[in-house]
């Protein structure tokens, strides 16, 4: 298999290679700005057989999604849990969508950009207060600061950690269970200490999580279901 990807160098911290897929295939791999090429492209291959596993899953993910029409009766995740949608349009009223008795409610004209687009300022607005509330609450419990947070529209990322303590998080994080959302937030916030996977990150995140496996399944197999 003959990857190509893209090399991320750090001047800081960062001791040990990690390598990402993103959503439009692209790989970047990251590594210490003294890291040897060849040691480089010999991580590559030993990473190939991941690489391939997620760039199949990708393109089986975009053949199987469905579509979303955002009409009546069409349901949408929040929380974990899927609710109906009921569409409307009164042109006196506040356009955008409200959330009550179970149930989607939204105000739009008959125009599916836009009636996406409400759906994405709601399930962001909805991500930022309740990602906010538990990152503090997880940062305070692990004496874990953070430089500030970030809410994406991120497809195939949950959140991400950067060099200098930044949190991102994709705003389809809403859509999953609550303790699916802790995992993420606990993964990336364990990253402040260890920017790496390793078997020391791992026993971190479990010490908080000891079911972090069991959220991690979730999103691996509800990934292309929490999609606008």
């Known amino acids: 298999m003959n990857i190509s990807y893209t090399v991320k160098r750090s001047r800081k911290r960062q001791k040990t290679m990690s390598l990402q897929v993103c959503d439009d295939a692209k790989i970047i791999v990251s590594a210490p700005s003294f890291t040897p090429a060849d040691d480089i492209r010999r991580f590559v291959e030993e990473k190939q057989g991941w690489v391939a596993k997620i760039l199949a899953r990708q393109k089986q993910e975009a053949a199987h999604a469905k579509e979303k029409k955002y009409e009546t009766g069409e349901q949408f995740f ?16 506040k356009e955008g969508i409200a ?51 970030r809410i994406t529209s991120a497809g195939s990322r949950w959140g991400s950690c950067s060099e200098d303590n930044s949190l991102s998080f994709s ?25 790496n996977h390793s078997s020391t990150f791992w026993q971190k995140v479990e010490a908080v999580m000891p079911s972090f496996r069991e959220q991690r399944r979730w999103l691996q197999d509800n990934h292309s279901n929490l999609a606008l």
């Open 171 to 195: 705003y389809r994080l809403i859509m999953a269970p609550p303790d699916v959302v802790d995992y993420v937030i606990v993964h990336e916030l364990v990253h402040i200490r260890e920017k």
């Open 78 to 93: 929040y929380l974990g849990q899927l609710y109906p949608l009921e569409v409307f349009f009164e042109p006196f009223e």
């Open 99 to 149: 959330f009550r008795n179970h149930r989607f409610y939204l105000n739009c004209r008959s125009d599916k950009v836009l009636r996406k687009q409400c759906f994405v300022a709601w399930y962001s607005k909805k991500a930022d207060e309740m990602i906010r509330r538990r990152v503090d609450f997880f940062s305070g419990m692990l004496k874990l600061p953070y430089e500030r947070i």
